[in-house]
Structure formats: C-alpha cells, structure tokens
C-alpha cells in the first residue's frame, strides 16, 4: 500500500487528463453535433452527407477512428500529438451520437407549434430558440448525459497511443508494483465516480430547468 502512495500524484494526474480530453471533446461534439442538425433541417444534400458520416461512425470501432487520425493524418502532412489525436477523435466520434440526440429530441416536439407560431407573426428563428429549443433540451439533457458518460469511458482508448491517462497511468503502476487488485479497483471506482459526477449534474440541471428556478 506505501509503496502504491508514491505514485498518487501521478494518478490524480492522469484523472486530470481524462477530465480534460473528455470535457473538451464532449463539448465540441455537442456543438459539431448541434450545428450539423440545425443545417441538416434545412439543407436536404447536408442531411444525407452526415447521415452517411453518422453511419460510418456508428458502425466502426473507436479505435479504428483513433488509428487513421493519429496515424494517418500525417502522412498527408498533419502533425498532431497524442492529445491532439484523441480530443479530434472523440469529438468527431461523439458530434454523430450528440447530432442523433438533437434530431430526435426535435422530432419530440408537436410541428403544429411551429405552425402556430407562424400564424402568430413570430419568425422561425425566435421559434427555433425560444419555444423549440428550451422544450428539445429538457428531453435531450439526460440522453447528453448519457452520452458524456460514454465519451469519458471511451477515454481510455487513447491509452493505446501513450496519452497518461488514467488507463494508462495504472497499467504502469501496476507493471512497476506487480500489484494488480488495488490499482485497478482504484480505476473502476474512479471511472464510476467520475459517470455518478456527471449523472447528478445532469438531474440538478434537468430539475432546474423543469421548475424554472
């Protein structure tokens, strides 16, 4: 156990990494994700160009889309480090889910309001942002949630391009300790705090925005 001491700040470290690479490619997934349903609604030639990139996405590992990134982009001339590699990667992997959980929290919502609110001389663009969206995201909160659950867990892919997260950060420890039970129970219960964080941010929210308060 002392000898496991050593490497703590090292751990909180890599927590700190995993924190960072997920909330930066969560963040810019919802917003790639965000932009691409608001044009796909319009534009019918963007609709199915992302439909096909949603299903590429959906239909190939993780991995996979981290492999042509860090290692294929270069030989076209585009350096990036490991970090680099994994955020671009995780946020192009989560803008096809978050984009799905737009569209279908959009669906959610009646057509006749749009039409009622056209009758009502207001434009479509104050109906998209103050009637349409405030309804769309209090259905699509706990399924964003969600989804910056998975991008967090999917995180510790980038172990295998040498990012010290926390994946990678305990499988060193364990190979310097040749202590296995500790250090990856300490890493499930990282991982799980971190998804119960997000979970009671998104029910704090999701009450707030219910009440108004």
Request: positive net charge; contains cysteine.
């Amino acid at each position: 156990m002392s000898e496991l001491m050593q490497y703590l700040p090292e751990y909180l470290q890599a927590l700190g990494v995993t924190l960072w690479l997920s909330l930066c490619a969560a963040c810019g997934g919802m917003v790639v994700g965000f932009m691409m349903h608001s044009l796909c609604r319009h534009h019918a030639v963007a609709f199915r160009l992302w439909r096909t990139y949603v299903w590429v996405i959906r239909g190939t590992p993780f991995l996979a889309q981290l492999a042509v990134i860090y290692f294929g982009l270069p030989s076209v001339g585009i350096m990036l480090s490991a970090v680099e590699a994994t955020i671009l990667s995780l946020m192009l992997y989560s803008a096809a889910y978050f984009s799905e959980i737009f569209r279908a929290a959009w669906n959610s919502i009646p057509s006749g309001q749009r039409e009622a609110a056209l009758a009502n001389n207001i434009s479509s663009f104050r109906c998209f942002w103050h009637i349409q969206t405030p309804q769309a995201l209090r259905f699509a909160l706990p399924l964003l949630g969600n989804q910056f659950i998975l991008t967090i867990k999917e995180s510790a892919i980038a172990s295998v391009i040498t990012v010290p997260e926390l994946t990678m950060t305990t499988s060193q420890i364990v190979a310097n300790t040749y202590s296995y039970v500790l250090p990856y129970t300490l890493l499930i219960i990282s991982y799980w705090l971190l998804a119960q964080g997000v979970s009671l941010s998104v029910k704090t929210l999701s009450h707030v925005l219910r009440t108004g308060e």
